[in-house]
């Protein structure tokens, strides 16, 4: 596709649910993020792959989170045992190299009741 | 990186000039200046970026004063579909330094 896809673009999850978040990034991307965006504030840095390499996780708010990207394209985050908290846009960025421009894509909303 | 400061919001008429500004005095030599914005219910769309040298595409157009302390998005010509909240971001070019950190932003509301 032409842009980055995510999937779905909307979750309601009940509170102690597992969730499974998708991202397709843009073909040829080495780089691939994810971000959190909770209401009315901008999105926040969770975690960082290199092809499938998860370079930095240091913004997974907890070991409930954990992304990965086995084949280096194809992104999954999921979120075990969810809060209420955890209620919030997840976005995907994808790069070419090293991040410098960034392509997001249009989120998934999670809402945990 | 060097923090930035924006206004909350500001309103523009459609058809005018939008000029938002951006504070990000702490910079340092090697930090960049980049735009995104994101419309409601979208992620964040990349605008434009610049280190020292004023720099225009085909949404706008941003002007870095001499000391890089702060600029200035322009959109020359806002529509009702550049309603958005806009963030600048400062961050180092280089590999190493791929993460955004965006703050609140702008609100920008282009009124008809």
């Known amino acids: 596709g032409a842009g980055v896809s995510q999937s779905p673009r909307y979750k309601v999850a009940k509170r102690g649910q597992d969730v499974a978040l998708r991202c397709d990034p843009i073909?040829?991307?080495?780089?691939l993020f994810w971000y959190q965006q909770a209401l009315g504030q901008g999105p926040e840095f969770l975690t960082y792959f290199q092809n499938e390499a998860q370079l930095d996780k240091s913004g997974l708010p907890s070991d409930r989170f954990f992304a990965e990207r086995p084949e280096g394209s194809v992104s999954t985050l999921k979120i075990q045992r969810t809060q209420q908290e955890d209620s919030a846009v997840y976005l995907c960025?994808?790069?070419?190299?090293?991040?410098?421009?960034?392509?997001f894509g249009q989120g998934t909303r999670l809402t945990v009741v | 990186d060097a923090k930035t400061t924006q206004p909350p919001s500001m309103d523009c008429a459609e058809g005018r000039a939008a000029n938002l500004p951006c504070n990000h005095s702490t910079i340092s030599g090697n930090e960049y200046v980049y735009w995104y914005r994101q419309i409601h219910s979208q992620g964040p769309q990349y605008i434009i970026h610049g280190l020292k040298n004023n720099e225009t595409n085909e949404m706008a157009s941003l002007i870095i004063t001499e000391d890089r302390k702060s600029s200035t998005l322009i959109l020359p010509h806002a529509t009702l579909r550049d309603t958005a909240v806009y963030y600048c971001?400062?961050?180092?070019?280089?590999?190493?330094?791929?993460?955004?950190?965006f703050g609140k932003g702008t609100l920008l509301t282009v009124n008809p």
């Open positions: 971001i400062v961050r180092a070019g280089g590999g190493s330094n791929y993460k955004l950190t």
């Open positions: 073909s040829g991307h080495v780089s």
């Open positions: 960025a994808s790069s070419y190299r090293g991040g410098l421009v960034a392509f």
